[in-house]
């Protein structure tokens, strides 16, 4: 396929993907088998098999809606896949279920109080699947045409002819919708469906008849019959908004523009209760139904002992989300008390809840995680550099060292090589300090630092003199 621009052709094939790559990019779910067993590496997961299994069940009853308002919490040491997991949850889960992800830090904001925030994220994290009939126009474009004015003031005028397999009708466009057509390129041969009450437009796919334009259309091209009967018909459509949305769209002061701008500020008790109303009303007159997703808090120990009362009594509520909790911390302090508590979380809570453990990872699963990252950044890498990482990891930790693939990348590159190689690697290294050496390094020269505690808590206020220092103690001549 050639793309004609500008007089100059560009191969479809020379064409690069350009896409962000995030550090859980390379999830794509959880890796089960239809029994829920983990496969050793799967959907970019690699090991934590009880942690994966366990995690699958949670998505089966989720999925199967018959549980709500439970607790779960991913347990474990720092760079264990917590964070990893309740993505591939997500990914799981599916469009059909509503899944918020946030840092509990989140919660916490000049803007609204924590219980406001909560109920927000609660809200988010429950869909409400709306079945309405409407009227819509359905069929196969036989002809677009847009007149454009001569002036740029002059309103824009066009025609679209619309058929099916039994009548074809001319219909007068007006602005808004000449808009749509252009927005979403729509063209002769195209089926589209127009609804009535809203005017929106969309692309259903491409009409069989056209099949043979293939090439020019691209691989994803989806080809449909063309719709028989009538033109304009009545069809059930469902739709999926969060309790959030609905809040936001009915709270006065709010408006639904505040959901494009996501500056929702607090919205008032009452709304919410007479949203919950209607939702109940139409869940009984088969309407609607309610779908409790997922609410995943990452660093759930940030959270002081107030939210956590909250989130407790809030998972009672019939329609609650399950929320999936994550901590690396161990016995700690409730934060907002003086009491210890496992995970720094209080008893009652974590008595109702369901804790995961993640393991530390075998050097095998580092060397595999860091090879599916290494594709992910896509970049090549010597089975020598790759083990040279995984030493690496040992000393220092797996994000770090997954941090150093992308800066391996770019020396690989200046020296015009296609792959990373152990000097690359230590390169990096010398480079960037990881959180170690940069604790030693800060120890070293405590005396030349304002307000450095040290590790035996003594304050030093003073600066010293020299701050010539080379990183971690080496010249950093290293490109
Ligand atoms: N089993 C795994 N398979 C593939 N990638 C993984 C796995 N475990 C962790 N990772 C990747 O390693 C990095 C660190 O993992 P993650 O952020 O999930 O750790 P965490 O347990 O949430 O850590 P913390 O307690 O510090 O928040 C991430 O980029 C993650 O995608």
């Known amino acids: 396929m050639d793309i004609n621009k500008d007089d100059q052709l560009i191969k479809a094939s020379e064409l690069v993907r350009t896409s962000r790559v995030g550090v859980h990019s390379h999830i794509r779910g959880l890796g089960l088998t239809d029994e829920l067993d983990p496969r050793p590496v799967s959907n970019g997961l690699v090991g934590q098999l009880r942690a994966r299994k366990a995690a699958g069940y949670i998505v089966r009853m989720v999925?199967?809606?018959?549980?709500?308002?439970?607790?779960?919490?991913?347990?474990?040491?720092p760079g264990t896949g917590k964070t990893a997991i309740a993505m591939a949850i997500a990914k799981e889960m599916g469009e059909g279920t509503p899944a918020t992800l946030m840092s509990a830090s989140e919660i916490f904001s000049p803007e609204m109080s924590t219980a406001e925030a909560l109920t927000q994220a609660i809200r988010r994290s429950v869909g409400i699947r709306i079945k309405e009939e409407t009227e819509i126009i359905e069929g196969e474009v036989v002809e677009v045409t847009i007149e454009r004015p001569a002036t740029t003031s002059g309103a824009?005028?066009?025609?679209?002819?619309?058929?099916?397999?039994?009548?074809?009708?001319?219909?007068?466009?007006?602005?808004?919708?000449?808009?749509?057509?252009i927005k979403e390129n729509i063209a002769a041969g195209d089926i589209i469906?127009?609804?009535?009450?809203?005017?929106?437009?969309?692309?259903?796919?491409?009409?069989?008849?056209?099949?043979?334009?293939?090439?020019?259309?691209?691989?994803?091209?989806?080809f449909i019959q063309t719709p028989e009967g009538e033109l304009q018909k009545r069809k059930e459509v469902t739709h999926m908004v969060s309790l959030h949305d609905i809040d936001v769209i009915n709270s006065r002061q709010q408006g639904f523009l505040a959901l494009f701008s996501g500056d929702t500020g607090e919205i008032k008790q009452e709304i919410r209760d007479q949203i919950n109303q209607k939702v109940a009303e139409w869940k009984e007159e088969g309407k609607a139904e309610i779908v409790p997703g997922i609410l995943f808090i990452d660093e759930v120990h940030m959270l002081t002992i107030e939210c956590f009362a909250f989130l407790n009594r809030a998972l009672e509520s019939d329609n609650a989300p399950i929320v999936i909790m994550a901590t690396n911390r161990g016995i700690t302090k409730i934060?907002?008390?003086n009491e210890l508590s496992p995970h720094g979380m209080p008893?009652?809570?974590?008595?109702?809840?369901?804790?995961?453990m993640t393991e530390p990872y075998s050097e095998a699963d580092i060397k595999q995680i860091l090879q599916i990252r290494c594709e992910e950044e896509d970049a090549s890498v010597t089975e020598e550099a790759l083990n040279a990482l995984a030493e690496l990891a040992k000393s220092t930790s797996l994000r770090y060292v997954m941090q150093l693939i992308m800066v391996a990348k770019v020396l690989c590159r200046r020296r015009k090589a296609t792959e990373i190689n152990t000097e690359d690697i230590s390169r990096s290294y010398r480079l960037f300090s990881d959180e170690r050496r940069s604790e030693e390094w800060l120890n070293?020269?405590?005396?030349?630092f304002l307000f450095h505690h040290g590790t035996n808590g003594q304050l030093n206020l003073a600066a010293g003199d020299s701050a010539s220092v080379s990183q971690g103690g080496e010249p950093m001549s290293v490109i």
């Not at 009708?169 to 007006?174: A, E, P």
């Not at 692309?203 to 989806?222: C, E, H, I, V, W």
């Open 444 to 448: 070293r020269l405590s005396d030349q």
């Open 63 to 77: 999925k199967d809606g018959k549980v709500t308002g439970r607790a779960v919490l991913l347990a474990g040491q």
């Open 347 to 356: 008893m009652d809570l974590l008595d109702r809840t369901l804790i995961i």
């Open 156 to 181: 824009k005028a066009g025609r679209l002819t619309l058929k099916t397999t039994e009548m074809e009708t001319i219909y007068d466009l007006g602005g808004k919708m000449i808009e749509s057509i």
């Open 193 to 222: 469906t127009i609804d009535k009450a809203t005017g929106r437009i969309a692309k259903l796919g491409r009409s069989f008849t056209r099949a043979r334009d293939y090439d020019a259309q691209g691989a994803q091209t989806r």
């Open 335 to 337: 934060r907002g008390t």
